[in-house]
């Protein structure tokens, strides 16, 4: 027989599920109200943007179809703005009117009155004013277009005098404080670029024309020199052989360089971590090795690690070095110097060489540019590898400075950002 107490249990059990089912139904019932109340508001909703649908898609299209008209024929700005707020005004006065109309006439009726005549008169009265306050609007606004939009008209006639052989003329300031005024400084700004740059380019070619005509000219001289007495003349033959290899090896040297400015325009860096210690030491024990005429001094405050193209880093470095072996005599020591300072990893090339004019020392980065005294062709530059230094530094995040002093020496800083953390 079962037991009394498992009866009792048994009945308390169906009796939380009695419960537990009718609290399940409650919030069944609440979760369906819940729907139906979001379906009712969505169909609100729908019912609303229908009206307004149907209420606003007349003049959606006619707005379709001015813009389709404006886009095919040639309208000015002027008449295309005078239409639109012209448009827009008469439409606000005809529903203004017919509200005023409507109300009048409801009005006359509640109180038992007939107004046709009034009514009549009202309708026409408001037509005539409608008409008239339109063109007023409509002159008033094409006068105020032409006004702001004047200063268009001017930049318009300023562009067409400006061309590639005339990159000097530029827009005149406009009397305003607004996007005119901000899009004549972009404007100016931009011709600004443009003659800088054409002015470079010019440059560029100028100096490239020249010193590769150079080396061509003697190469051209020796070899008809060559053709006319080098063969039975063997001291004519070893001067004009010397003479045509060397010239030969220059413009190899700047073709070389040219095309290595060409290329870092273009250059995609490889950024890598780079210690510059154990780099810079590498760099001066190979021209300890090769280069007997000169010192070279490496001293390093310790580990600097940097995030650069450790390739560009080191043509960077040996660009400068290389101008401080040419310049300054045989027998003194090039110190360089790798220390770390503000985020920076600052590197000096010191050289004792003949030093850099004050008057040089803004023009020593362009170029093709040579000290008059000693940046000669005797001392084999192309006058480009301190343009390539400066070039990859910038691109690299970094700066290049130099400080010189006559007959006493120059020093060229380098500085490159530190990898975060590195000088932790």
């Known amino acids: 027989m079962p037991d009394k107490d498992d009866g009792k249990n048994l009945g308390q059990k169906n009796a939380d599920v009695t419960a537990s089912d009718g609290k399940n139904l409650e919030e069944v019932e609440v979760t369906l109200q819940q729907i139906r109340g979001e379906k009712q508001l969505n169909g609100k909703k729908s019912t609303l943007r229908s009206i307004l649908g149907y209420v606003f898609f007349p003049f959606i299209m006619l707005w379709r179809g001015l813009k389709r008209i404006a886009a095919r024929i040639r309208i000015p700005i002027t008449v295309k703005t005078t239409l639109i707020y012209t448009l827009l005004f008469t439409v606000a006065l005809v529903l203004i009117d017919v509200f005023i109309v409507s109300s009048v006439s409801d009005h006359l009726e509640s109180l038992g009155l007939r107004g046709d005549g009034y009514i009549g008169t009202l309708i026409l009265t408001s037509a005539a004013l409608i008409i008239i306050s339109v063109a007023v609007v409509a002159a008033l606004g094409s006068l105020a277009s032409q006004s702001m939009l004047s200063p268009i008209r001017r930049m318009i006639k300023r562009i067409d005098k400006i061309s590639g052989d005339n990159l000097s003329t530029r827009l005149d300031d406009v009397d305003s404080q607004d996007e005119l005024r901000e899009l004549t400084e972009r404007i100016n700004k931009m011709l600004d670029n443009l003659e800088q740059s054409f002015d470079r380019q010019k440059k560029f070619v100028s100096d490239a024309s020249h010193?590769?005509?150079?080396?061509?000219?003697?190469i051209q001289g020796y070899s008809n020199l060559l053709l006319r007495w080098g063969k039975s003349d063997p001291a004519v033959l070893d001067e004009s052989l010397e003479s045509i290899a060397r010239e030969a090896d220059n413009m190899k040297r700047i073709v070389e360089q040219l095309l290595l400015l060409a290329k870092i325009g273009r250059y995609m860096f490889s950024p890598e971590d780079v210690e510059l210690s154990a780099e810079l030491a590498a760099v001066m024990d190979g021209y300890a090795l090769v280069c007997k005429t000169h010192k070279f001094e490496f001293v390093s405050e310790g580990e600097v690690v940097a995030k650069i193209d450790k390739n560009m880093f080191t043509e960077c470095v040996r660009a400068v070095i290389d101008n401080a072996v040419k310049y300054s005599e045989d027998n003194t020591a090039v110190t360089v110097t790798l220390t770390s300072e503000d985020g920076y990893a600052v590197i000096k090339i010191a050289d004792c060489g003949y030093g850099i004019?004050?008057?040089?020392?803004?023009?020593?980065?362009?170029?093709?540019?040579?000290?008059?005294?000693?940046?000669?062709r005797d001392a084999h530059s192309s006058g480009l590898g301190l343009t390539i230094a400066k070039s990859i530094v910038e691109m690299m995040g970094g700066t290049i400075e130099v400080?010189?002093?006559l007959k006493i020496g120059s020093v060229f800083t380098l500085r490159f950002p530190i990898k975060e953390g590195a000088d932790e």
Do not use: Q, W
């Open 357 to 376: 004019s004050e008057a040089d020392l803004p023009h020593i980065f362009d170029r093709f540019y040579r000290c008059d005294k000693s940046r000669n």
């Open 403 to 405: 400080e010189s002093r």
């Open 211 to 218: 010193e590769l005509k150079t080396p061509i000219s003697v």
